[in-house]
């Protein structure tokens, strides 16, 4: 009988026959991240696409960023008249990533393009003989009736809190909703060698996604939610921190509470169609029976989205109780 089933597996074996896929090539093609919001100028970030199985290196990261485009955006005004920008970027310190926006911020403030609400907003970047344009439209911002803090009821430490919040949507407007977050103060402990006592600030870089959506089930509703904290990938789950101390190598380590940056914004519907793609495609992370899916894009001639936020901020302390009700205004290095 073994000499029988060897046999078997040799045949079986010997019927087997190399498969190679063609996989089409990815064609080149620019990626745009920008925006414009009420009282703020525009911000842009280009950079290269690259295909799923290209290789990736040290060299990678100095190829991504487009640093030579001419990047202009534009508005028409009530009489007809046209204001127009060139796009500038950003000089030292802050460069390591080329932003281009409208560099009277630093040069002449007060002269610079900021965003208004209801207007049109259009962009054109001309780049590597490509011309790619977008259009995006700041839609009225919708206030936040209040937030509060309040310890998590599913986390396993008192000191991990979530943040609610009560909504009343208006009923005769059709709002795009979108919800970022951005830790401006986070301690923990020394990740690279956790025997360390040591406490550090490690504040979030960049807003990351909370959810985007439209109103339609909830049109002219109040009604009480909250804002998980996002991770690095994957649909939002996580808790923020309160105050709390650790004992570490006989030392009492003290941890300062989170301090949270909460963006609620209204956007346009082409706009919507492209947060919405990449939060379905953040709840369907490593779900291997998930229909693949491209993201929806406004950008013409390229990829990615050009948005316009009707933007309200609430900067959120982690101290359980504790409630925001008032407006929080942002400075622009925590905007880009």
Known sequence: MKRYLFLLSIIFLSCQEEITLDLPQTGSKVVVEGSIENGFPPYIVLTNNQGYFE???????????IDDAIVKVWAYNNDGTKDSVMLE?????YDSIPIYTDINLINNPGLEMLGEVGKTYYLEINWNNQIITSETTIPKPTKLDCLWVEQSETANKEFK????????????VQNNILIKSKRLQHYEQNKEDTTLCKVENNADLAFKLVDAGSDILINGQSFETYFPRPGENGFP???????HT??????????KEDIVLIKFCQIDEPSLKFWRGLVRQAGTNGNPFAEPMNLASNINGGLGTFT???SVYYKVPIIKDTTIDQE?????????
């Open 89 to 93: 970027q950003l000089p030292p310190p």
């Open 55 to 65: 290789r990736i290196d040290s060299d990678t990261y100095n190829k991504l960023f």
């Open 328 to 336: 929080y205004v942002p400075g622009i290095i925590d905007i880009f």
């Open 161 to 172: 809190c979530d943040i609610r919040a009560i909504y009343s949507d208006p009923f005769d």
């Open 308 to 310: 316009g936020y009707g």
């Open 237 to 243: 789950t996580g808790k923020y921190n309160a105050y």
């Open 246 to 255: 650790k004992v570490c190598d006989g030392d009492t380590l003290e941890f």
